[in-house]
DNA sequence: GTCTATATGGAGATAGAC
DNA sequence: GTCTATCTCCATATAGAC
């Protein structure tokens, strides 16, 4: 992670500095990091590029205040649900939601990590995000554990298996997922409960 | 699609254009098409960056043919997959196999083909890879509209959502997919059709 | 906080010798 | 089929004026 930006107690009021992240992180979005050049990024907003860098050190950082921001609060959000006091099976739920919401109002800071952290990932400044990834997967084992051992999912699940088709299938949504489109995220989620936790099939075997 | 290559009607000798077109696939799909240089490609086959140009007019047309080639493959089991005559749950199990199988014969080309398609879209030159993805579309909705039809799939579903779900989850797989590694494709195949049409709870609502 | 001007490096691609 | 040598363009980044 780098250094830290100026610290904001109040609900962050839009300075040039966030208004310049965000410029930043649509371009990510759309064209990839690698892709998206300064002039890019300055022509957007407006300025030379040459201006950026009275703002940021380098287009890396730029892209890694982006990235260390979003995932601060996306995890705080998920460490609530794992210490929540509810069965398994609603903290499933409410883990599938969370992600689905955050899709839904930081697209771009999602897509970026989608898309991105590979190759950011070997740049050893950007090495949190892998260590976000572990966390991230020790969220899902435990409650999918804590969903067997109490008896709500079934005992023939491969655990390991399962996270991965769970986190593949919500976080690649952003690719497709449009705020304001024809399904709303709350009913991309609702869907994709029903077809996890009862499968397609009209019947059981 | 590019320029035809010289047709092979024989089971495909390693002709010096192949081997060169497998070394390309293999850093395009590791590094991303962007981000992997001619000159990577170059050191790789032990060559230096302008005898590449004897084989080929330029990167684009390198990764050009390794998509084409492989989709058209692809595309060819689906369509057989589609018209095949057995029931619709059948024809999904076979389609889920299928593609499970060609992110463990073609791992690079999936892989560019996921990471990339985005970017070379933009380009005229690629224009089928959008026909593709529609294509794709096609096939699934096909068969999971037959499935509801037939009642054999739960007829709350909504197609388009469950069509990208599916899509979704296999395709990406190829992010995580290791040959030879933990869990083969086929017990991959095995554990989402399991959870795909049956769920992972216990018990139906 | 932005602009002007520019340094520096790396990228794709080409021409012709071997 | 490969190498040598090189062109040209575009990328990130910097220094200092306004």
New interface residues.
């Given amino acids: 992670m780098s250094t830290e930006p100026p610290v904001s107690t109040a609900p962050t009021a839009p300075t040039r500095r966030t208004e310049l992240l965000g410029i930043a992180a649509g371009l990510f979005a759309e064209?990839?990091f690698?892709?998206t050049t300064v002039r890019d990024i300055a022509e957007a907003s407006g300025i030379l590029s040459g201006s950026l860098y009275h703002h940021f050190d380098s287009k890396e950082s730029m892209v890694d205040e982006i990235l260390s921001t979003f995932q601060e609060e996306l995890f705080a959000a998920y460490d609530a649900v794992l210490g929540s006091d509810v069965d398994a099976?609603t903290k499933i739920d409410r883990a599938v939601r969370l992600s689905f919401e955050a899709i839904d109002q930081h697209p771009h800071e999602v897509a970026i990590f989608q898309?991105d952290a590979?190759?950011l990932g070997g740049f050893e400044r950007f090495g949190y995000l892998a260590e976000r990834n572990a966390q991230s997967r020790g969220v899902w084992v435990a409650l999918l554990t804590e969903?067997v051992e109490s008896?709500?999912?079934?005992d023939?699940?491969?655990i390991e298996?399962?996270y991965?088709?769970i986190r593949?299938?919500v976080w690649?949504?952003v690719?497709?997922y449009r705020p304001g489109g024809k399904?709303s995220h709350v009913e991309?989620a609702d869907?994709?409960l029903?077809?996890?936790?009862?499968?397609?099939?009209?019947e059981?075997?």
């Fill in positions: 064209k990839g690698k892709n099976r898309n590979g190759y969903g008896g709500a999912l079934r023939d699940l491969d298996l399962t991965r088709f593949d299938t690649v949504a690719k497709w399904h991309i869907q994709y029903t077809i996890l936790l009862d499968g397609i099939s009209t059981r075997p």
